[in-house]
């Protein structure tokens, strides 16, 4: 085969694998969440957690996510889960977000979702 020829079979692979995959297996449901304190001020080094239950975040067991810490802007940003609502642990020394918020709503499919919640 010549170049040219090659070239065009490789393009028409690549449009042909890329339209094989539909939305949802190209973007993942995520959640983007931004922390706060009481003041509005964003927090960083907060640790974040999330629950499929209640039950599970009310004995903190059964953890849909690994715990991660938000960032200098006070976000932390969770990939790859189900279009469900969820519970959130937030915390940070004596602060965390119990009363201010601890369930989302129902998370977008194939969408990064966000929301702010509050710690104090």
């Known amino acids: ?9 490789l393009g028409i692979l690549l449009v042909t694998s890329l339209f094989a995959f539909n939305s949802e297996q190209i973007f993942n449901t995520s959640v983007k969440i931004n922390v ?5 001020n964003i927090e960083e080094g907060v640790a ?4 499929a239950t209640e ?4 004995e903190e067991t059964n953890p849909v996510t ?12 969770f990939s790859e889960l189900e279009g ?15 009363g201010a918020g601890v369930q989302t709503a129902p998370l ?5 979702n966000k929301l702010t919640i509050i710690i104090e």
Do not use: C, P, W
């Open 36 to 40: 706060r304190n009481e003041l509005g």
């Open 55 to 58: 039950k599970d975040y009310r």
């Open 1 to 9: 085969m010549n170049n040219i020829m090659m070239k065009s079979i």
């Open 84 to 98: 469900k609502a969820y519970f959130i642990n937030a915390s940070k020394g004596d602060k965390n977000n119990v």
């Open 108 to 112: 977008e499919e194939s969408k990064i």
């Open 48 to 51: 974040v957690q999330l629950f």
């Open 66 to 77: 690994d715990i991660l810490h938000t960032d200098k802007k006070g976000n932390v940003k």
